[in-house]
């Protein structure tokens, strides 16, 4: 996984990894002149590094392999950063060797090392260095694992499977050990398999599929059991990661919610919401609008319904914002009343920071949901059961009304040009996908209004963007 969540020119954040297995989020600032590495492995959060601009000496990417325990090479690309004092350390592998090159180019040139490195030659067409030993950071992860953008990965593990004669059923007591000392030896811990079946069986080979819960996350699982001679092998060949959210993170998100509504409850009167400045308020907003835990992997569709939660929680924190100073405490109460209508306008532009955030967590949000319906859908999940139609049919409003609610705020006065990029950016990003997931009416009002949203922004490139949005979103 490859993203980069934010670049202009004094700031870059890119995150890249392997969720949930193993993240980096890289943030660079010329303002400060720091760079910040916060790093995670298996959904913990380890120790954040910080180094100024001019202590890193050099970020290049280092190719390593190693043996599994099932005797199979496996190879790894590790972007490593070197600092002038002589620490190094090393961030997430970011799927595959084109996006490790890619996301460590982009570092460098953001830090001016485009060209050279200080001290050290830039490898031939920008190619990882080989190292003969993996790094401590690669022992830890899970070895042998590659994932692609969809956050597909291939494992080929070999087992033997005690029993002498006949190979063992799909769901077999053998199997599920067998599946479980795969992944511990890919550091990898299976809390819970379920659905296993056989998709295809004969004398000489069975081909199954299986779910498995995970720190994080839920793998749907291919896997065929065949013979090597006269042992019995496993072979796992595709294991899709999804991601689901906790029962106790939702809690999480729900009480940090209400605590900053009780900070926010005489808003309304004075015009004065908790400001994100503030290190409680931020910590409140970072808990609410964060949705880093559930982007690099789809969304299981079972969790569409907390999502929702979620978003209801989201939408009630956002609110105050528009809802400052107006004297109403409910959005669907506010009046049709030109000058509550010109206070809400310039909240937006006084609270812009805060805004923006909440305006980029509903377009992202809104198109988590989308890709997991999508991607039930694809895996012939019943869309055609009542429940699930109108679920589709809720995401599908959600989506159009959060991508209306933030083109629409485009046109407020007040606000910067930059401000305007960083939400079409983030609205950007899901747009091919929103295209082909919207009924064809919701498209074309999302396009039209889209066009007379132009009409009231002066910069041009924010013209351009947006209208690439409706030409986009109108298929």
Same mark, same amino acid.
């Given at each position: 996984?490859?993203?980069?969540?934010?670049?202009?020119?004094?700031?870059l954040? +890119?995150?890249?990894?392997v969720?949930?297995?193993? #993240?980096?989020?890289? !943030?660079?600032?010329?303002?400060?002149?720091t760079?910040k590495?916060?790093?995670?492995?298996?959904?913990?959060?380890?120790?954040?590094?910080?180094?100024?601009?001019?202590?890193?000496?050099?970020?290049?990417?280092?190719q390593?392999?190693?043996?599994?325990g099932?005797g199979?090479?496996t190879?790894?690309?590790?972007p490593?950063?070197q600092?002038?004092?002589?620490r190094r350390?090393?961030?997430?592998?970011?799927?595959n060797?084109?996006?490790?090159?890619?996301?460590?180019?982009?570092m460098?040139?953001f830090?001016?090392?485009?060209?050279?490195?200080?001290?050290?030659?830039?490898p031939?067409?920008?190619q990882p260095?080989?190292?003969?030993?993996p790094?401590?950071v690669?022992?830890?992860?899970?070895?042998?694992?590659?994932f692609?953008?969809?956050?597909?990965?291939?494992?080929?593990?070999?087992?033997?499977?005690?029993?002498?004669?006949?190979?063992p059923?799909?769901?077999?007591?053998? !199997?599920?050990?067998t599946?479980g000392e795969?992944?511990?030896?890919?550091k990898?811990?299976?809390?819970?398999?379920?659905?296993?079946?056989?998709?295809?069986?004969?004398?000489?080979?069975?081909?199954?599929?299986?779910?498995?819960d995970?720190?994080?996350g839920?793998l749907?699982?291919?896997y065929?059991?065949?013979?090597?001679?006269?042992?019995?092998?496993? #072979? +796992?060949?595709?294991?899709?990661?999804?991601?689901?959210?906790?029962?106790?993170?939702?809690?999480?998100?729900?009480?940090?919610a209400?605590?900053?509504?009780a900070l926010?409850?005489?808003?309304?009167? !004075?015009?004065?919401p908790?400001?994100?400045?503030?290190?409680?308020v931020?910590?409140?907003l970072?808990?609410?609008?964060?949705?880093?835990?559930?982007?690099g992997?789809?969304?299981?569709?079972a969790?569409?319904?907390?999502?929702n939660?979620?978003? #209801?929680a989201?939408?009630?924190?956002? !609110?105050i914002?528009?809802?400052?100073?107006?004297?109403v405490?409910? +959005?669907?109460r506010?009046?049709?009343?030109?000058?509550v209508?010109?206070?809400?306008h310039?909240?937006?532009?006084?609270?812009?920071?805060?805004?923006?955030r909440?305006?980029?967590?509903?377009?992202?949000?809104?198109? +988590?949901?989308?890709?997991?319906?999508?991607?039930?859908r694809a895996?012939?999940?019943?869309?055609?059961?009542?429940?699930?139609?109108?679920?589709?049919?809720?995401?599908?409003?959600?989506?159009?009304e959060s991508?209306?609610?933030a083109?629409?705020?485009?046109?407020?006065?007040?606000?910067?040009d930059?401000?305007?990029r960083?939400?079409?950016?983030?609205?950007?990003?899901?747009?091919p996908?929103a295209?082909?997931?919207l009924?064809?009416?919701?498209?074309?009002?999302?396009?039209?209004h889209?066009?007379?949203?132009v009409?009231?922004?002066?910069?041009?490139?924010?013209?351009?963007?947006?209208?690439?949005f409706?030409?986009?979103?109108?298929?």
């Amino acid at each position: 996984m490859l993203k980069v969540l934010e670049n202009t020119p004094d700031r870059l954040v +890119i995150k890249l990894g392997v969720r949930p297995f193993h #993240t980096t989020t890289a !943030t660079f600032d010329k303002t400060s002149r720091t760079a910040k590495f916060e790093r995670t492995l298996f959904g913990w959060k380890r120790k954040t590094i910080e180094a100024p601009f001019d202590e890193i000496e050099s970020i290049r990417v280092v190719q390593q392999s190693m043996p599994t325990g099932q005797g199979v090479e496996t190879e790894s690309n590790y972007p490593l950063v070197q600092l002038k004092s002589g620490r190094r350390f090393w961030l997430s592998d970011a799927g595959n060797q084109n996006a490790s090159i890619e996301a460590a180019q982009q570092m460098r040139e953001f830090l001016g090392q485009a060209q050279a490195e200080a001290g050290v030659p830039m490898p031939a067409a920008d190619q990882p260095v080989v190292a003969p030993h993996p790094s401590r950071v690669y022992r830890w992860v899970a070895a042998g694992v590659s994932f692609a953008v969809a956050i597909a990965f291939l494992i080929a593990g070999a087992a033997r499977i005690s029993r002498i004669f006949t190979l063992p059923d799909c769901d077999d007591e053998t !199997t599920r050990t067998t599946l479980g000392e795969i992944f511990e030896g890919k550091k990898v811990k299976l809390n819970r398999l379920s659905d296993m079946k056989s998709t295809a069986s004969s004398k000489s080979e069975r081909t199954c599929t299986a779910r498995a819960d995970v720190p994080g996350g839920i793998l749907n699982l291919t896997y065929h059991i065949d013979w090597d001679g006269w042992s019995k092998r496993m #072979t +796992i060949d595709r294991a899709d990661a999804e991601a689901k959210i906790d029962s106790t993170q939702l809690a999480d998100v729900k009480n940090a919610a209400s605590d900053f509504l009780a900070l926010a409850k005489d808003s309304p009167r !004075t015009g004065r919401p908790p400001r994100q400045t503030e290190p409680t308020v931020r910590g409140l907003l970072d808990k609410v609008f964060d949705l880093s835990e559930l982007e690099g992997a789809t969304l299981s569709a079972a969790d569409v319904g907390k999502a929702n939660e979620w978003f #209801t929680a989201g939408d009630r924190v956002g !609110t105050i914002y528009i809802l400052s100073g107006t004297g109403v405490t409910d +959005i669907d109460r506010l009046p049709n009343d030109p000058s509550v209508q010109q206070r809400t306008h310039r909240n937006v532009a006084e609270f812009a920071p805060e805004f923006g955030r909440y305006l980029d967590f509903q377009v992202k949000l809104a198109g +988590i949901m989308m890709d997991a319906e999508v991607d039930r859908r694809a895996k012939g999940g019943e869309p055609e059961r009542p429940e699930v139609t109108r679920e589709v049919a809720e995401v599908r409003s959600t989506l159009a009304e959060s991508l209306t609610g933030a083109l629409t705020t485009l046109a407020y006065d007040g606000l910067s040009d930059d401000w305007r990029r960083q939400r079409l950016a983030a609205i950007m990003q899901i747009t091919p996908r929103a295209a082909q997931f919207l009924l064809p009416e919701q498209s074309r009002a999302l396009r039209d209004h889209a066009l007379k949203v132009v009409t009231y922004v002066r910069e041009p490139s924010v013209q351009d963007s947006i209208k690439s949005f409706a030409d986009a979103v109108a298929r």
